[in-house]
Structures are given as structure tokens and as C-alpha cells.
């Protein structure tokens, strides 16, 4: 008796132990991913990599890996390409998942220093990534899923791009929209106006200090939202929001109900209800939206009222309020009486404009049909197919909305800071995982070669390659610019004059009066296409036209053409047969038209030369007129 009182009672504690420990090892799991997302948020990330550089300091296996990705990207911790190299290659034999993508990522931008092909470099990438994914990395699933994008397997690319949605989606906001106005190295390539630099913050914060209404309801919206430099504060923003609301601000009452009926935000009393009615009796119909939320979920004191909530809601979707149409569509979701094509309909507006959980709502819908139509004979393959990529396209929205986005932001910092090759290493992950900002940033880095990361110019012209062929697959004109210089001057891959004038006018096609400058060079001489100066004196036209930029560039090269024609027409020269092989002033990355095209050194030149003949001629003139 007294054996088996003792042997139960092992097992007790054998039983509580085991229940102390699984309950610390979920609270560590949770604590690794917070640390893990905090490293792309570029304020938090020193805290993040503190976190797990104590777990792995105890022998964290985990924590370890984590930290390869962060000493690759540089995040919270100095850059370290090659410590990320030794310490991700010695982790992938016990597992570590992000040791797999770091490895993966080095493989496939060749940093690893083994000489292999880049065919054999991309599939042990992609043997990385896949092992990655299989242990619930969702970056690695990205990576993963784009690759069978791109073979054409839309199946297995719904399976992680699904994956990666359903690890991100618990912690986007409801109010969440896909980011649209990323920040460029190059001014340039910035089509984005009334952007507000961290100056313009201060000097903004500043007027709202002395009592600008104005001024305080935008100071509140960027701090609600977070600028490079300016950590997000949403108690900041509800000070500044509660000072324009005193000035009787109506867009101020409906964004602090908004953030408050979202946040629990201590020691700050508001009445949301009356706030909301004030705006709209004011004339502010964005309040129907919030008033709708309100009612949808109930709030304090305000008991949930679904007809009032229904009725607030189709008026916000009726003034085209994005939120209306997803919140209406959550009310006929839940609906017992049914609501669901309503609710896709109004979810499908929505994602349109980029609304998250809208598009993450529908992509749930399409794979329960595909599922739902596995077994359904009338479930065409070409009706499963369109079903497969839409729900594809939807995932990926969703998947790239993930905290990573974070690291463009970071990844500009950084760039600004003097720090190109964090800057650089960055801009090629966020590539990797698709974000277009992304293409054209590592471009423009590697084309500068002061990234610090690359050795040799054949290396980097082999990885701008790929990231401006990437640029131009998104429909971006400057990749196909960068794409047609690139095959013009033979850098990375072999001289193709055919192609280069390809991409030149791919580029013009999109709107470019560089690669149609470009282009019009190439048929005024007959290069890769054959020559036509009547249609090249078009083309220069057509290109002064789509750029202010572009005129003085236009009207030079359209004075030396008319030069060339005069001198082969009076002199029965052929100009255009002579090889003018003289140095050229291009740089290859490109800031100006005059700098930023095939146009030798003797077109400057000689064109200096007919000014200045013109200008003599003109003087002796006016002095045989005074002479008379």
C-alpha cells in the first residue's frame, strides 16, 4: 500500500512538473515570437535582440537562430554577414528554422563564398526555405510560396502563402491598409507628393504646442501612425486629438472615437457615443462608420445593437467609407439569417483599395470553395484554377502586411545613416519577398557599388540583374530602363543591342521619357533596330513631351540631329557611318538625361562647339550691320 501511495504520488508531481514546464515553454514560444517581430520594427528591435541574445546566452537553441537572421539584417544588432554565415550553417543541422532561412537567403544572393552555379545555388535556397516554412517561419513560406508561383504550381503556393497569412493575420488591425507610399533612396524614383519629413513633424508638433487645431489633428494622425524616426505613440496622438476636438475639430471626434473604440487606453474618459452624434450632426459622415462599429460590438456603456449598427453602416458604405464596407460585411456575416454573397461583395470593395482584413476574409472564403468543390464534379479545372490564383493574390496581400513591411522603413534609416550595406541586405530580402519599393531601392544600391557587401563588379551587376528584372516583372518603367542599360553596355550579361532597345521602348510604353530618349538614340543610329531618323525625331518629340525634364536633353539632341542632317545634305557626308567610339559621360545608375543615356562625350561637345560658332557668327554680323 504504501508503494503504490508513493509511486501515485511521484506521478503527481511527475505530473505538475511537467504542466510547470509546458507552461513555461509556451509562455518562452510567445515571448520568441514577440522578440522575434520586434526586430523589424526598427524601435523595438534593440529590445528584441537583447531578449533572445539572453535565451541563447543559456543555450536557447531557438534564439540562436533567430539571431542569425538578425545578424544578417543587421536588426538590433551590428551587421555581421559573415558570423550570420557561420552560425546559420552550424544551426541547420539541429533544425533551427530561421537558421534554415538565413542560409537560404545567403545562398541565394551569393554570400556564402562557395563556388557553385547559380542554379545550384537557388535550389539548395529553396531546399532552406522549404525546411523553414515546414517549421511555421512565415517568411520562409513567402519565399517558398513565390517560387511555386512562379513554376505555375498554384496549389502548393496557396498552401504557404495561406500559412504565412494565417501567422500574420491575428495581430493586424482591423483598420489595417497595405502600405502605399514607400520611401525611395533616389528623389528620383519618388512619385509620392506631400510626404512629411521628420522636420516638417517637429515644425508641425510645434504649431499644435501653441494652439493650432490644424496642427494638432496632424500631429496626431503621424503619430498615430509612425514616421521613420518617430516611433508609433497612440497616446500622443488621443493628447493632441482631444486638444483639436476643443476646437470643435469634427475629423479630430471621429478619428479619437475611432482609436479609442479599438485601444484601451488608461486614464483617458471619453464620451465615444456623443463624439461620434456631434460629428455627424456637424456634417462629418465618416462618424456613420464608427457610430457602426460602435453598435456592432457594443462599447462601455453602449449596449450592441445590430439594427442601429446596420443602419449607421449602409450609410458609411452608401459615402464610401472603406471600413463601412468591411464592418457591414462582418454584420451580414454574422447574421443568422444568412448574408454571406452580401458579405463578399461589400469585403471585395474593400480589398480593392488594400483593406487587409478584407482581403484575408475573402481569400478564407475562396479556399473553403476549393476545398468544399475537391469532390464536385461541376467544379471545372479552369473555374478551380482561377479560384486557386485568386486566393493566392489575396494571401499574398495579407502575408506581406506582416511586421517585415516594418524593415523598409528600416532599411531607409539606415540608407540615410551612412549604413549602405544594412540598407542594401535589407532592400534584397523585402525584394525577395516581393514589395515593389524594394526592387528599385536595391537597384539603385548595387548600381551605386558602394554597397559594401559585394567585392566585385561582376557580382554586383549579376544581383542588380535580378532585382531590376524583378522592378520590370512588376510593371515598373525604371527596371526596364536599368534592364536596356545593363544588355546596352554588356554589364552582368552579354552585349544585346536587340534587347536593350526591347526594355528601352517596354520602358516608354509605361510612360518614360528616359527610355524613350533611350530608345530614340538607338533608332537614330541604327542600334539593334533598324535606322530611322525621321522616326527617332518623333520619338525625341514625343519624349519632351511626357517630361518637363526631358526638354533641354530633347532640344540638344534634336540640334545635333539637325546638324548631322544639314553636314551630310551640303558636304554629301554620312556622319552617321562614322564610329564614334569616344568615352562616354554615362553613369550607369543614371541621375540626369544629360549623364543618363548613351550619348557619347563628342555629342556634348560638339554641340558646345555650334553654340559657340553660332554665337560668333551672329556677333560679326551685328557688327557689319553697325558698320553700314
Not at 559585394?454 to 532585382?467: C, I
Not at 552579354?494 to 521602348?505: H, V, W
Request: with cysteine; net charge negative.
Amino acid at each position: 500500500m504504501r508503494t503504490m501511495r508513493s509511486d501515485i504520488g511521484l506521478i503527481i508531481v511527475l505530473i505538475l512538473a511537467g504542466s510547470v514546464y509546458g507552461g513555461e515553454l509556451t509562455k518562452w514560444q510567445n515571448q520568441r515570437e514577440d522578440a522575434v517581430f520586434a526586430l523589424f520594427r526598427p524601435q523595438d528591435a534593440s529590445q528584441g535582440a537583447l531578449l533572445l541574445q539572453e535565451a541563447a546566452s543559456q543555450g536557447n537553441a531557438d534564439a540562436e537562430s533567430d539571431l542569425t537572421l538578425a545578424k544578417l539584417l543587421g536588426m538590433g544588432v551590428p551587421q555581421d554577414i559573415e558570423a550570420a554565415e557561420k552560425s546559420s550553417s552550424s544551426l541547420v543541422e539541429g533544425g533551427g528554422a530561421r537558421a534554415h532561412t538565413t542560409l537560404g537567403l545567403l545562398l541565394s544572393h551569393n554570400l556564402t563564398g562557395t563556388e557553385m552555379t547559380e542554379e545550384k545555388r537557388q535550389s539548395q535556397a529553396l531546399s532552406h526555405y522549404i525546411i523553414a516554412a515546414m517549421s511555421n517561419d512565415p517568411i520562409a513560406q513567402i519565399l517558398a510560396g513565390l517560387h511555386y508561383l512562379k513554376v505555375g504550381d498554384c496549389d502548393a503556393a496557396l498552401q504557404y502563402f495561406r500559412r504565412a497569412a494565417l501567422a500574420v493575420i491575428p495581430a493586424v488591425p482591423e483598420e489595417m491598409m497595405m502600405q502605399d507610399s514607400p520611401r525611395y533612396v533616389w528623389p528620383e524614383d519618388d512619385e509620392f507628393e506631400g510626404r512629411m519629413t521628420l522636420d516638417e513633424f517637429h515644425f508641425v508638433e510645434l504649431m499644435a504646442q501653441h494652439g493650432d487645431a490644424d496642427a494638432a489633428l496632424k500631429t496626431a494622425v503621424f503619430l498615430y501612425r509612425g514616421l521613420p524616426g518617430l516611433p508609433r505613440d497612440v497616446r500622443g496622438a488621443v493628447g493632441y486629438l482631444r486638444q483639436a476636438v476643443k476646437e470643435n475639430s469634427t475629423s479630430a471626434m471621429v478619428m479619437l472615437s475611432s482609436i479609442l473604440l479599438r485601444h484601451d487606453i488608461p486614464d483617458v474618459e471619453e464620451d465615444v457615443l456623443g463624439l461620434l452624434q456631434t460629428a455627424l450632426d456637424l456634417g462629418e459622415k465618416s462618424a456613420h462608420a464608427y457610430l457602426g462599429l460602435l453598435y456592432l460590438n457594443g462599447f462601455k456603456d453602449v449596449p450592441k445593437n445590430l439594427a442601429k449598427a446596420k443602419i449607421h453602416l449602409t450609410q458609411g458604405v452608401m459615402h464610401g467609407f472603406t471600413e463601412a464596407f468591411y464592418l457591414l460585411g462582418k454584420l451580414y456575416e454574422e447574421d443568422s439569417s444568412g448574408g454571406s454573397d452580401e458579405a463578399i461583395a461589400l469585403w471585395h470593395v474593400s480589398a480593392s483599395v488594400g483593406h487587409v482584413p478584407s482581403a484575408f476574409r475573402i481569400a478564407e472564403r475562396y479556399w473553403q470553395e476549393l476545398h468544399r468543390g475537391a469532390a464536385d464534379a461541376d467544379n471545372t479545372a479552369v473555374f478551380a484554377k482561377a479560384l486557386c490564383q485568386s486566393a493566392v493574390s489575396l494571401y499574398r496581400e495579407v502575408a506581406l502586411s506582416g511586421d517585415w513591411h516594418y524593415l523598409l522603413e528600416s532599411a531607409y534609416e539606415d540608407y540615410v545613416s551612412g549604413h549602405a550595406g544594412t540598407a542594401l541586405m535589407k532592400y534584397l530580402l523585402m525584394s525577395d519577398l516581393g514589395y515593389p519599393s524594394a526592387h528599385v531601392n536595391a537597384g539603385r544600391l548595387l548600381d551605386s557599388g558602394n554597397d559594401g557587401i559585394y567585392n566585385t563588379e561582376e557580382a554586383l551587376h549579376q544581383q542588380a540583374m535580378k532585382v531590376w528584372q524583378k522592378a520590370a516583372d512588376t510593371g515598373t518603367a525604371t527596371g526596364y530602363v536599368r534592364l536596356g542599360d545593363l544588355h546596352y553596355y554588356g554589364q552582368g550579361v552579354p552585349q544585346d543591342l536587340t534587347l536593350a532597345f526591347m526594355y528601352y521602348n517596354n520602358a516608354s510604353m509605361l510612360g518614360s521619357a528616359h527610355g524613350l530618349f533611350n530608345a530614340a538614340q538607338m533608332v537614330e543610329w541604327g542600334e539593334g533596330v533598324a535606322q530611322n531618323v525621321t522616326k527617332a525625331r518623333e520619338m525625341y518629340e514625343e519624349a519632351a513631351e511626357l517630361s518637363e525634364d526631358a526638354h533641354v536633353p530633347m532640344a540638344l539632341a534634336l540640334l545635333k540631329l539637325d546638324l548631322f542632317l544639314c553636314l551630310n545634305a551640303t558636304l554629301g557626308l554620312d556622319l552617321y557611318a562614322v564610329d564614334w567610339s569616344f568615352p562616354s559621360l554615362k553613369d550607369h545608375g543614371g541621375h540626369s538625361f544629360i549623364v543618363n543615356t548613351s550619348m557619347p562625350a563628342w555629342d556634348i561637345i560638339l554641340m558646345a562647339v555650334l553654340a559657340v560658332i553660332i554665337t560668333v557668327m551672329v556677333a560679326l554680323r551685328a557688327i557689319s550691320v553697325r558698320n553700314r
